[in-house]
Nanobody
Framework: HVQLVESGGGSVPAGGSLRLSCAASTYIYSRKCMGWFRQAPGKEREGVARIHTGSGTTYYADSVKGRFTISQDNAKNTVYLQMNSLKPEDTAMYYC????????????????????WGQGTQVTVST
């Protein structure tokens, strides 16, 4: 049973934009904490952004702050990642994730905090 489905990846030149979408099952979305991770070839998977879909509270990694925006559409159980001013170093497989949380707060955006993963969508930024 697929619970997280990403879409929207592709290839763009540096400075371009992409918007990733993550459609979640009702159960997953009801847990409130959703995040985006990425993994470049030869590198560890890293957290990019996180949102609490109840409060709208967001968190961003320093590497994407000011360029990426995570948002939600509660009617569609969908989380988005708007990526602007893309750089070649943003090239990676991007994964949507359901992140653990408690008491209205989401856990740290780390691999150990993830309950479910999507299948990933490739983002390639050329020079």
């Amino acid at each position: 049973h697929v619970q997280l489905v990403e879409s929207g990846g592709g290839s763009v030149p540096a400075g371009g934009s992409l918007r990733l979408s993550c459609a979640a099952s009702t159960y997953i979305y009801s847990r409130k904490c959703m995040g985006w991770f990425r993994q470049a070839p030869g590198k560890e998977r890293e957290g990019v952004a996180r949102i609490h879909t109840g409060s709208g509270t967001t968190y961003y990694a320093d590497s994407v702050k000011g360029r990426f925006t995570i948002s939600q559409d509660n009617a569609k159980n969908t989380v988005y990642l708007q990526m602007n001013s893309l750089k070649p170093e943003d090239t990676a497989m991007y994964y949507c994730a359901a992140v653990g949380g408690r008491g209205g707060y989401c856990y740290t955006l780390a691999i150990d905090s993830v309950n479910s993963w999507g299948q990933g969508t490739q983002v390639t930024v050329s020079t």
